[in-house]
């Protein structure tokens, strides 16, 4: 197989927080946007950040958050809570996780 069939043009993918304590405290389920494929330097970014240090991997995955037209859905300033950001940012890393992981099965 030729890397050229493995490679695509980023999608973007809808992803929802949608577990009891969210939608008991908001009414309602959250959305958010990622795309589907990520460059590799972010990758390596998070596969190496410590354990110990959840910091980085914070910034970093802030950065990959977007709205349905694929815009960076958080503005400088405005902090969405933190229970909120900490569900989000388990969810983005851990679909991203699983979408590497079945593209390089193939």
Known sequence: MKLSE???TPKLIKLTI??????????ESIDF???????????????TVAD???GPIAELVVGLIMDEK???????GAEPPAPVMIKVITKAVATLGNLSSQTSAK
């Open 6 to 8: 493995l490679s695509a």
């Open 18 to 27: 949608d577990d009891e304590d969210i939608v008991k405290e908001y009414g």
């Open 33 to 47: 946007w990622v795309y589907d494929r990520q460059p590799m330097s972010v990758f390596m970014q998070m596969a």
């Open 52 to 54: 110990g240090n959840p």
């Open 70 to 76: 694929g815009k960076p859905m958080l503005k400088a």
